[in-house]
């Protein structure tokens, strides 16, 4: 074919609607397709993806920085609601014709087993059910998103509580997490009708796909190409046996340094290494500066590729007014860049965001090195394995001149950051392994099993804190989780990406060159290696097993005691 003659710049799409794009798509789309011409009307397809990807991205960049500005939500809304949806729906049209010629070759292997497997479990039937779990997803953000209570005498949103969970007042603290907890009780019975609803729609998705549960249909359309129900259920294991007891050894450490009988659940967020919570930077430009130098000292070329951010405007970090909450970073997928958006206020938290933040950017620049589109993303397997090792990779750097602290002060982070790791990967386990039993056990449609269910799964990998007398309010945890109703299976990445991170840093404290330069060779393979194959080139393996996850926990334990120490 003639090469499609595209527009020159994302910026010609920035006021179009979906009949500007459309026949670019008709075009490729009724195109004569051979073995021939078939690398150049990928490289045309590929552009066109980049081109609208960019256009869409900019407006969604645009809006969520200003979000009070009318013409700036219409363009996002028309975008993420008109041309996206129909942009996806020519795409799979188009990855069928690339099916049906049967082409491949070295580097697009991945990509095309990815369209293969979304072209196996397509079925017509499935598109409104889709549709209805987005609209039970969106009562799901409703209900829980609206949630407010009353602290003395002012209304709050749940997430402005946090702040009164680290107070060394214990009754406070106890009083802002039952405040927190009821919240989410008093919805109890809405909530658990409202999962109903999204458990019966995936067991038809799973069923009119051919599967014959849930579970298996998650794993084919998430790309689990690598691993299976049976190795997660290993890493459950895995969790129980080694992190498990590591936990209830930092929880004994907890209960005597703050001189309690037993701790109970409001105890968990007190920071014990410090009264006074750290405060990195007073203003952005210091937070962007010193930044810089972090990276630089991790190496020089992601020292360049940050401040290049900084240099081009790629970063949009203060909090300010009519800034949507949270944070992200996405890529401009036409000029090969990432964004960072974020809202600091000058917190611990917010140098952590940006750390992690950075990982996936790192991980944009490294893989647009490859010419396609679809070569470019990797599952969130890798996405995080770059993120969370970056934030270990940048931990020693963390103390002045070059990072944000005094040495005492980055050495406390630090604890903070090991012990995160350490709570976080029980949590993991417990929600991974509840939702296989939701789909797997027969019993997911019944909400009073399901709490049962999750009471259990809690019991197995929650050990040592108090929850006397405070069932309900254990069992309210797994309705705060998002991911169970909105992204099922979408949560046990992070637990295979930290045991990756873990043996990158590993690797680092012996070589930090060495494990720097492996862990950017990964980045660089984007999405066209298999999930075993990049973590090989970062220096790592997918950790599914009890030995190799008891090592890692050993380190992280030997680490935390050598900082308390004061080593
Ligand atoms: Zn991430």
Redesign the pocket.
């Known amino acids: 074919m003639q090469t499609l003659s595209l527009p020159a710049s994302p910026a010609a799409f920035a006021g179009a609607g979906w009949s500007d794009i459309a026949p670019y798509f008709e075009e490729l789309a009724g195109a004569p397709l051979s073995r021939d011409n078939v690398e150049d009307w990928l490289r045309s397809w590929s552009r066109l993806e980049e081109l609208v990807d960019e256009a869409g991205t900019m407006a969604m960049i645009a809006y969520t920085g200003d979000t009070g500005d009318e013409a700036k939500e219409k363009a996002h809304l028309r975008f993420s609601m008109e041309i996206f949806p129909q942009a996806h729906e020519q795409s799979v049209r188009l990855s069928k014709r690339l099916l049906e010629l049967g082409y491949t070759r070295e580097g697009l292997e991945t990509t095309v087993a990815r369209f293969r497997t979304d072209a196996e479990i397509f079925r017509e039937e499935n598109v409104p059910l889709t549709a209805e779990l987005e609209e039970l997803s969106a009562a799901y953000q409703k209900t829980v998103g609206g949630l407010t209570v009353q602290w003395e005498g002012e209304t709050k949103t749940i997430p402005q509580l946090q702040p009164f969970l680290k107070e060394r007042d214990r009754q406070v603290r106890e009083r802002a997490w039952r405040l927190g907890n009821e919240a989410y009780l008093a919805h109890h019975a809405e909530l658990a009708v409202l999962f109903d609803k999204m458990f019966a729609a995936r067991a038809k998705i799973a069923a009119n796909a051919g599967f014959s549960n849930y579970q298996e249909y998650a794993f084919k359309s998430k790309h689990r190409f690598d691993y299976t129900p049976a190795d997660c259920a290993r890493f459950h294991d895995a969790v129980e046996r080694t992190v498990v007891p590591a936990v209830a050894r930092q929880l004994e450490y907890r209960r005597e340094r703050l001189g309690l009988d037993t701790v109970r659940p409001w105890d968990l967020g007190v920071e014990l290494e410090r009264v006074d919570s750290l405060k990195p930077f007073e203003d952005v430009a210091t937070f962007v500066d010193r930044a810089k130098s972090i990276f630089h000292c991790v190496d020089p070329t992601l020292g360049e590729e940050f401040t290049l951010m900084a240099r081009e405007g790629l970063l949009d970090l203060e909090s300010r007014k009519g800034k949507a909450p949270g944070g992200y ?1 996405t890529k401009l997928s036409f000029r090969g860049k990432p964004f960072i958006f974020m809202n600091a206020v000058g917190v611990a938290d917010d140098v952590n965001t940006l750390v ?2 950075a ?2 950017s790192f991980h944009d620049f490294a893989a647009h090195r490859q010419p396609l589109i679809w070569q470019r993303s990797p599952g969130h397997e890798a ?2 394995l770059a ?2 090792s970056m934030e270990l990779l940048a931990s020693p750097y963390m103390a002045k001149p070059d990072g944000y602290y005094t040495a005492d002060e980055a050495r406390s982070a630090q604890i903070e950051h090991l012990e995160d790791i350490l709570f976080t990967l029980p949590h993991i386990a417990s929600v991974d392994a509840f939702q296989s039993w939701i789909y797997t056990s027969g019993q997911g449609h019944d909400a009073a099993a399901r709490d049962r269910a999750w009471l259990e799964v809690r019991n197995r990998f929650e050990r040592g804190i108090d929850w006397s007398g405070l069932e309900r309010e254990r069992v309210a945890r797994w309705y705060r989780q998002l991911h169970i109703f909105e992204y099922p299976f979408y949560y046990i990445e992070y637990g295979i990406a930290q045991m990756g991170a873990l043996q990158v840093w590993r690797h680092s404290l012996s070589d930090q060159a060495q494990a720097v330069r492996q862990y950017r060779d990964a980045l660089a393979l984007g999405g066209t290696a298999r999930l075993p194959e990049i973590y090989r080139t970062a220096g790592a393996r997918l950790v599914f097993d009890a030995e190799t996850m008891g090592e890692l926990v050993a380190l992280v334990e030997q680490r935390l005691n050598d900082l308390r120490a004061g080593r």
Request: proline share 0%; glycine share 12%; with cysteine.
């Open positions: 970073c992690h933040e990982g996936h996405a995080e993120s969370m």
